[in-house]
């Protein structure tokens, strides 16, 4: 499989859409935790994309390692994302993976128009 590199600053706000769970793989009788090739266990993160306006897509994002801090509804930072094209037999897509999924910085709170000094009160 190539995988090919996706700019996430063109991807707009990404929120967490479903919560990190362990990704399992095998059969119904034989589901297993799968595991990368250095032992660490792939999670799994529906991620919310909204480009300007548009409406909201969800891609799952495979991740090496328990991702700290993430929530449903959490803002979200991508790092290292890949998009991979896979196909078996007449079933084909997309998945992607990504080096670590990280809560975004928090965000600066806004300024208020009050003149300075005033602070409200009688």
Known sequence: MQSIPVDT??????????????KMTG????KEVKRDREGNTVWTVGVMVRQDGRRVSVIEVAVPGEPKGIAEGVEVR???LE??????????????????????PAAAPAATNAPAGKTGGA
């Open 78 to 80: 991508l790092t290292g």
């Open 27 to 30: 059969l119904e009788e034989k």
């Open 83 to 104: 998009a991979f094209a896979w196909a078996m037999g007449d079933r084909h897509g997309i998945s992607f993976r990504a080096n670590a999924i990280t809560p975004a």
């Open 9 to 22: 600053t063109r991807l707009g706000v990404l929120r967490c859409a479903v919560a990190p769970e362990p």
